[in-house]
């Protein structure tokens, strides 16, 4: 077995919310009266945490952008009631994941957002260990897989990262955490390939060529 344990970003690799985001911070901008954003602009911070990734897309210091993530969390929250849909075979590929590997996920989710997302999806069983945006530095620093590693005492050559941006990229390289990257999300393959993945995947159920 080439890899005893498996991280999985959430947003953009297990989870198809990357709309949802896109469409709620556009409202978050709408009400806080700063330009809105386009698409590709909230696509490209997806996977930071979402202060400092506000801060980034709208070029403002921290304070404000504090003031636009509260809106955004409440009509992420209230406004917005559409569930988002996990990616096509990820349920059946996780079921055969589980029966093999430890599973965990490192998120720029806060932790409510991905208890909420788990709950939604019924999907936390899958997981034995996470690390979210409250808990450690934000990507693509190495803190949440360094946390992860630790905590389940294994070397980081020995856990398969995987996610569709570069900051999840990012955050394997920089400790010697073989990669996989996902096409589906929304960092584009060519950007994912710039930091040497084991591979690029069109589909969910393709990881398992991988392990």
């Not at 809106?71 to 849909?85: A, L």
């Not at 630790?150 to 941006?165: F, I, K, N, R, Y």
């Not at 073989?178 to 096409?183: C, F, I, Y």
């Not at 393959?189 to 060529?209: A, K, M, Y």
Request: one cysteine or more; proline letters at 5%; a negative charge.
């Amino acid at each position: 077995m080439r890899y005893s344990h498996i991280i999985f970003d959430w947003d953009g690799t297990v989870m198809d919310s990357a709309a949802k985001i896109v469409s709620c911070m556009q409202l978050a901008a709408i009400k806080t009266g700063l330009p809105v954003p386009s698409s590709e602009a909230v696509e490209h911070i997806i996977g930071i945490s979402l202060r400092p990734a506000i801060a980034q897309l709208f070029a403002i210091d921290l304070e404000r952008a504090e003031v636009v993530a509260s809106h955004y969390k409440q009509i992420f929250i209230e406004q917005d009631q559409t569930p988002s849909p996990l990616f096509d075979g990820a349920i059946d590929t996780l079921n055969s994941l589980k029966e093999s590997h430890v599973l965990g996920v490192a998120t720029g989710k806060a932790r409510r957002g991905l208890e909420r997302a788990w709950s939604h999806s019924d999907t936390k069983h899958y997981f034995s260990a996470s690390r979210c945006a409250d808990e450690a530095e934000s990507k693509p620093s190495s803190d949440m897989l360094i946390q992860l590693i630790d905590a389940w005492q294994v070397p980081p050559e020995s856990v398969l990262m995987v996610g569709d941006t570069v900051y999840d990229m990012q955050m394997a390289q920089n400790i010697g955490m073989p990669r996989l990257g996902v096409s589906y999300g929304v960092h584009s393959s060519e950007s994912l390939l710039e930091h040497q993945p084991v591979g690029v995947i069109d589909e969910f159920s393709e990881i398992l060529n991988y392990i």
